[in-house]
């Protein structure tokens, strides 16, 4: 069992920057990847952004590429999403996850421990 608790969450002007914080606990050792995804009333939950936890190599989805870095303190358990250059559409509820998979890492079936989200609303 993986426990997932997010936050950093909040109001910011487009431009703004936020970082979002996961706290993970548990059996994380079998989680071959860690990700953040986002989810708008009515629309399909995105992948935003995926690590791998044995090399630490990232994944981004095309609309954040270049704006959005991920990464995690091992020695603090938490996994990192810094948001730069926010943009209205950016609004959403942001979720982390862990999973095992090999492949797939921004997609949400690769994933089977989620956090409550948190939530970010960008004004324009």
């Known amino acids: 069992q993986v426990h997932l608790v997010e936050s950093g969450g909040g109001s910011v002007q487009a431009g703004g920057t936020l970082r979002l914080s996961c706290a993970y606990s548990?059996?994380?050792?079998?989680?071959?990847?860690m990700g953040w995804f986002r989810q708008i009333p009515g629309k399909e939950r995105e992948g935003v952004a995926a690590i791998l936890t044995a090399s630490g190599t990232p994944y981004y989805g095309d609309s954040v590429k270049g704006r959005f870095t991920i990464y995690r303190d091992n020695a603090k358990n938490t996994l990192y999403l810094q948001m730069d250059s926010l943009k209205h559409d950016d609004s959403a509820m942001y979720y982390c996850?862990?999973?095992?998979?090999?492949?797939?890492?921004?997609?949400?079936?690769?994933?089977?421990?989620w956090g409550q989200g948190t939530l970010v609303t960008v004004s324009s």
């Open positions: 548990g059996h994380t050792s079998s989680s071959t990847c």
């Open positions: 996850a862990a999973g095992r998979s090999w492949g797939g890492f921004l997609l949400p079936r690769s994933y089977n421990y």
